[in-house]
């Protein structure tokens, strides 16, 4: 069974361009988190869906960051304009649901560096 | 201030040592997980506890409520071993997210 597949894997921009990161989580799970981890820290939730509703949204910086999960299945992760600030590593994860009792399977993450 | 807190921050170790990381934690949650993160490389879930103690492979995970600690061993460790190990945690009240700490990093020597 396919894991949960981000891309790109590497990105590397300039300073206010845009960049958009996908997600695809394991099928059939209904919550999607985007997380971002600096290097040398644990990671951050930036946002959590369950289904194609944001039900957590309060960490993302919504002056620049936008995520978007559609149809309940892929999301979409963008930034625009980037800053020095933004390079990261940004990782999404899926669970059958938010409830305590479930597994979070983790992707490999798309690594971010503005230059 | 981050709540959820991972001793030691760096290990290294000779290939074959036992292995202790702590993982402590400051108001009740719901579950803990042990993730495991290779350089380069995406998060594993080694473990998700909600009491008592669990068991994989080399791999031993326990927590105790009482005392808000958990602790991840590695038996007859070895290179392969070599990641950053993080202790995350679901919160009983608040949002229904995880909570990570900054992570472990081994590294065992062969």
């Known amino acids: 069974e396919a894991g949960v597949v981000q891309s790109p894997r590497y990105k590397i921009i300039e300073k206010k361009q845009p960049v958009a990161f996908w997600c695809n989580p394991i099928s059939g799970h209904n919550t999607l988190y985007w997380y971002l981890q600096n290097l040398g820290q644990g990671p951050e939730l930036l946002i959590r869906y369950e289904n194609e509703e944001a039900v957590d949204d309060s960490q993302l910086p919504k002056d620049r960051f936008s995520a978007e999960r559609l149809k309940g299945v892929d999301s979409t992760l963008k930034i625009q304009p980037a800053e020095l600030g933004d390079s990261a590593v940004y990782l999404c994860a899926s669970s059958l649901s938010g409830d305590a009792g479930n597994t979070i399977y983790f992707g490999e993450g798309s690594w971010l560096t503005v230059v | 201030k981050n709540e959820v807190e991972q001793s030691p921050q760096n290990l290294t170790a000779q290939e074959g040592e036992f292995i202790t990381i702590n993982c402590s934690y400051s108001v009740g949650i719901s579950a803990l997980h042990w993730l495991q993160q290779h350089p380069g490389g995406g998060i594993v879930s080694l473990f998700m506890?909600?009491?008592g103690k669990k068991k994989h492979g080399r791999l031993i995970a326990t927590i105790n409520i009482q005392e808000k600690h958990s602790s991840l061993h590695i038996t007859a460790s070895h290179p392969r071993d070599s990641a950053v190990y993080i202790c995350a945690v679901r919160y009983l009240t608040g949002a229904n997210n995880l909570f990570f700490g900054t992570g472990t990093r081994l590294t065992v020597i062969p």
């Open positions: 506890l909600s009491s």
